[in-house]
């Protein structure tokens, strides 16, 4: 199953693939050294094919959900959070 990544979270890159699609209306191939592997970017979109609409600091480019990992902690989880609710 797919992962699924709100717009606007932050995400970093787990692995390089073989190249890398520009988000640009009309995609080009790059190659893979254009991102580097733990740059983090900024989800921009979810395009069809399963793609993701990343923003890097070298440009936008779209990468599959396997190259990517969330860095935003749960929101759900946080125990701070928790605490504070059960107080009130």
Known sequence: ?????????KVRVVALPPYVKTADPMPMLR??????????GIVLDRRPGGYWGIRFSRGAFLLDSQYIESTDPPSESTPGDNNSNQEL
């Open 31 to 40: 190659p893979p050294e254009v991102i580097n592997l733990g740059e983090e």
């Open 1 to 9: 199953m797919p992962k699924e990544f709100p717009i606007g979270s």
